[in-house]
């Protein structure tokens, strides 16, 4: 079956510290990866996309790699702060009965100062 | 300014009740979506529509219904039938399969609750 997995439990880290987020799929062959942060009670803002043939993306603080071998992708956040602190959601297209754009369960990210 | 808004913010539904979500969107999107987060749960694919007077079933369409009469509107009926309708509700919208290599755009979300 397809699938995609993310860290459930919390990941919790000091200030300053390099945050590494995971996600895997299993059964798909997507063209692309997206990883978007949700705060409580608010709608997921998109933060970095990334294609199959890329291995790495940044954006400030932020690093993207994608491993289509592996089937994996890793979210970086260096020097993190408190306010990092959300959920974060990794997505990817399926065109499986018609394209769109399935999410993973999300990892939450405590950075404590 | 360009956006997605999803009204109301919160709804109350009685049992056996039927509702209506509302989304909007003037970025001039093609693909919208309907997604159900439940507590500590991701998102997960209700309907989706690629094109004005067209869509398809997500991976938890049942108890649920859509229409997608114009480009900016994609509101999304709770029926009676969905037993177990307490959720967060995200709408989302993209540039869609024309241009698949841009990112989704949520509204803030409807929280239902049964009563």
């Known amino acids: 079956s397809q699938k995609i997995e993310q860290n459930s439990e919390a990941l919790n880290i000091q200030e300053g510290k390099t945050a590494t987020l995971t996600c895997n799929y299993t059964?798909?062959?997507?063209?692309?990866l997206q990883w978007y942060r949700q705060d409580p009670g608010r709608g997921p803002v998109f933060l970095l996309l990334?294609?199959?043939?890329?291995k790495e993306k940044r954006k400030e603080r932020l690093k993207v790699t994608f491993d289509t071998t592996l089937k994996q992708s890793l979210f970086h956040i260096t020097a993190s702060q408190p306010a990092d602190s959300a959920t974060y959601l990794c997505a990817l297209d399926s065109r499986t009965g018609g394209f769109k754009t399935i999410f993973g369960a999300g990892t939450r990210l405590f950075v404590k100062a | 300014d360009g956006g997605i808004t999803q009204s109301p913010k919160y709804l109350f539904r009685k049992e056996g009740q039927n509702v209506t979500l509302s989304c909007e969107q003037n970025l001039n999107h093609d693909a919208m979506y309907w997604y159900r987060q439940d507590p500590g749960q991701g998102l997960r694919l209700i309907y989706y529509?690629?094109?004005?007077?067209?869509?398809q079933k997500g991976d938890i369409a049942e108890g649920y219904s859509v229409s997608r009469e114009k480009k900016e509107s994609f509101p999304l009926t709770v029926t009676s039938a969905q037993k177990n309708p307490t959720a967060f509700y995200l709408c989302?919208?993209?540039?869609?399969?024309?241009?698949?290599?841009?990112?989704?755009?949520f509204g803030q979300g409807t929280r239902l609750t049964v009563v």
């Open positions: 059964n798909y062959s997507p063209a692309y």
């Open positions: 989302a919208s993209s540039k869609g399969q024309q241009n698949p290599l841009t990112e989704a755009f």
């Open positions: 529509s690629q094109i004005v007077n067209d869509f």
């Open positions: 990334i294609r199959e043939n890329e």
